[in-house]
């Protein structure tokens, strides 16, 4: 009877660590699937956790970057905050610095929708200058009308998982006649994009419902899980 019972008591202990052994395999999967998550992204932290910048530098640079930009098109430039896009620089700020703040998802990429001439181009053209200069990351920026062209003439470059920031989404033709060809270039390029977590940021002056009658249901439910839709309200700057 002792025998038995050491037996069975040595098969338990062999089963309860065999079990461990496993959950602990299990946690490690979980911890790398979590990493794909953040796919190809990076954060405006050090090692210890801690941000390379408070939020009011942030937003200087913000402003130092955009007024540098519109320089160099021979434009001079006052940027100007206001209740409106100082909440978006907010949100972006708490997003690149991955902080729980984020009114959002930070697992996903960044939409921003708003009218004409409010700036939602100069804002997130200064948000990835500040994420180029201080990591190694870089951006393919484009705008919708010349993607199609740019996918076709740079074969070297991998659209599908590129970090990619993306202008006036719906301002491009929808169907474009390739040889013969009807295709769909941002049906097909997103597509692509959310099979592979692609870092991604999109600009439009389009809301969901437009952008839904543009593209189908079917691409705008991808939307939905890829993007944090922020909206940019205010009038035009433009003069």
């Known amino acids: 009877m002792i025998l038995i019972f050491k037996l069975h008591l040595t098969t338990f202990k062999k089963k309860v660590m065999t079990i461990h052994e496993f959950l602990n395999n299990k946690r490690n999967q979980l911890k790398e699937a ?35 930009s519109e320089a160099k098109k021979g434009k001079k430039l006052i940027f100007k905050f206001d209740k409106y896009n100082e909440k978006l620089i907010e949100q972006l700020y708490f997003y690149a610095i991955k902080s729980e703040k984020f009114d959002g998802d930070i697992g996903k990429n960044i939409l921003i929708a708003g009218k004409n001439g409010v700036g939602k181009t100069i804002i997130i053209n200064s948000f990835l200058t500040i ?56 049906p097909a390029l997103f597509s692509q994009r959310y099979r592979y977590n692609a870092w991604t940021f999109v600009c439009t002056n389009y809301n969901k419902n437009t952008l839904q009658e543009f593209y189908g249901v079917t691409i705008i439910d991808r939307f939905q899980e890829m993007f944090n839709f922020l909206k940019l309200n205010g009038e035009s700057k433009r003069k």
């Open 34 to 68: 979590q990493k794909n998550i953040y796919n190809n992204r990076v954060f405006l932290f050090n090692e210890t956790g801690k941000p390379f910048l408070n939020f009011n530098d942030f937003k200087e640079i913000i402003k130092i970057n955009a007024e540098i």
């Open 131 to 186: 994420f180029e200069d201080m990591t190694n990351k870089k951006f393919i920026r484009t705008h919708s009308r010349n993607l199609f062209n740019e996918i076709k003439n740079n074969e070297q470059i991998n659209y599908n998982r590129i970090p990619l920031y993306l202008e006036d989404l719906g301002k491009e033709e929808k169907i474009i006649n390739d040889f013969g060809t009807q295709k769909q270039t941002i």
